[in-house]
């Protein structure tokens, strides 16, 4: 039964890692971008970034 739970958070945490490292990676958050490589926390840091930190900043004209 432990093992079934682990594979499951391993499943549900591998895809909002992926997503999140890569946004990271592509707006230049380096410190996201590792701090995210580092920390496992059930993929809820991950969806944090993806939903509200990795937003593109509005410029301004």
Do not use: D
């Not at 958070?9 to 591998?14: D, G, P």
């Not at 890692?17 to 380096?30: D, M, P, Q, S, T």
């Not at 996201?32 to 580092?38: G, N, P």
Request: positive net charge; without cysteine.
């Amino acid at each position: 039964m432990e093992n079934l739970i682990l594979i499951l958070i391993f499943i549900w945490s591998l895809p909002w890692k992926g997503v999140a490292l890569w946004k990271a990676a592509r707006n230049g958050h380096k410190k996201w971008f590792i701090a995210l490589a580092l920390v496992n926390t059930l993929a809820i840091m991950e969806i944090v970034y993806i939903f509200y930190f990795s937003k593109p900043k509005q410029k301004q004209q």
